[in-house]
């Protein structure tokens, strides 16, 4: 999608128009990763809402959620039973009360929808009485022909929110979550012992891997048990057995069993909960129900058990009618869980379900050429919903982890040449057809299996002084974008030309770009999407970028309009622009003066020689120079 305006935006605000937007907006699609506040933000809107402060426009707030629609998918209702069902205190709203009124349909976690929304083969409703499938329902109401006068706000998560058609959003907005400082607050608040929040904010800065977990607070406080998980395979397989711990504890009154105990009820359970989750993770529903839970064999008292005590593995709701739902307290739980099971089916042997997985005749014998496979098959989804799957089948190699989880992978071949032939193939793994950003996973792997070999290697060549000389492999260079993205040191130039490696090699160096003062990206076969990535640094908070240098590369217009949204942030910092000879129009002159206007505080100096422009193609930009505004002071054209 196109970003025509990147600003920071209240979501009190998201359904008034900016200046010069002519349309009204009526439909407006939010997405964020899992947990990061899109629940939050719609409760807040409607609580501001009730409570007079905001939004007083709107006569009716409507919430349905997807999780809640998922429960009468396959039942007719007309849009006006449809509230009344789901909302009895406007039982007395009539349809023509509802054609005068200002409502405002919210509809929360289009990616727990396990509708069939069809925007093509569609059934046209206008009546609001006529009845018609839940889906029909959604879809007329998200183009105007079933109430046209309201509004529209669905909430995802970015995989399941191409869904919804571009021609039928009026506003995109995501919730971005918190920054870096903000997540050191939040630590700091959410232990008293200031020495304990202190140990464990430093640890998560050295271990950059770990998702934010809040599991260290009882390694830190409880066992001291020595070294630290240092991947996530080994943070989570604690947290498996530390909710199992606490489920025993409870139900045997008080009894301390060591961590490493698993029963072999307990195996059996959390195998199940883990058919479950990767049956439902390649379809992409993280909501399940009472039949999901019957496919894989569990019943409801087993999931009741896990839900009450096990509330870091898997919780049961009640939603409307008194149905319940269950689902994994977090996207990454039933990830690994996933991975576990998978793990078992194929050491188990379970041919049937990993020749499913792999879409193969003949299962390999062998765990390298399994696990290549399963990589290859990850990288080719489009939006990386097996990413992390596939980073904890890697870190399930490992004995210690085996060992750690007793029992419950079963047996596997852990000869020091079957992980050294899995780390091989993971190092020449051919991802040049990948975007860099992507392709990183590659390099999480090697990591999850505690082979730090590229790391090593990477800081001696950035010691080395026989640095430009040494040719540098495509998955070093992922590997390097990663480690000066995460440094606490900002870098001070990154100059593409320095680095002895592949033309493709140097693309995938571009992500650096984040975390450094001056790029030179000059001679690169630049393209659309590194200009993405590099707007993106110009966006981030804080962005660092000062002096950017993205001269020689065949740009062309659409990929100046991309990089101008960077320069529109008020975030963005640059100074020093430089874009000579990039086969530029007098469009990208407006698209940049056009930038400058939104955000003229920082640039001083513009380089634009070599281009097809004319004397009048710069006036824009030159009448801006001159502006008491724009610190811009040097304007070459040629």
Known sequence: MDALHDTPIRCQDIFKALPDQQRPIRVVLTNGVAGVGKTFSVQKFTLDWAEGLENQHVSVVVLL????LNLIKDEQYSLLELLHVFHPTLQK???EKLAVSQLLLIFDGLDESRLSLDFTNRKLLSDVTQKSSVSQLLTNLIQGNLLPSALVWITSRPAAANQIPPTFVDRLTEVRGFTD????????????DEELSSRIISHMKTSRSLHIMCILEHMLSTEQRGELPKTLTDMYSHLLLVQTKRKKNKYHEGHETSPQELTEADREVLLKLGRLAFEHLEKGNIMFYHEDLEQCGLDVTEASVYSGVCTEIFKRDCVIFQKPVYCFVHLSIQEFLAAVYMFRCYTNRKTEVVEDFLRIHRTEPSLDSFLNRVMYKSLQSKNGHLDLFVRFLHGLCLESNQRYLGGLLGQTENSSGTIQRVIKNLKKMNSDEISPDRSINIFHCLMEMNDLSVHQEIQEFLTSEKRLKKKLPGIHCSALAFMLQMSEE??????????????????????????CRKARLTRCRLSGTHCEVVASALKSKPSHLTELDMSKNNLQDSAVKL?????????????ILRLEDCGLSVISCDYLAAALKSNPSHLTELDLRGNNL????GKQLSDLKNSQDCRLATLWLW
């Open 563 to 575: 990089l101008c949204a960077g320069l529109e942030s008020p975030n963005c910092r640059l100074e």
């Open 93 to 95: 709203v009539t349809a």
């Open 490 to 515: 900002v870098l001070d130039e990154l100059d593409l030309q320095k680095y002895n490696t592949s033309e493709r090699g140097r693309l995938r160096l571009i992500p650096a770009v984040r975390n």
């Open 614 to 617: 004319k004397d009048r193609d």
């Open 181 to 192: 400082a903000q997540k050191e607050e939040y630590f700091r608040r959410r232990f008293s």
């Open 65 to 68: 959620s997807f999780r809640e």
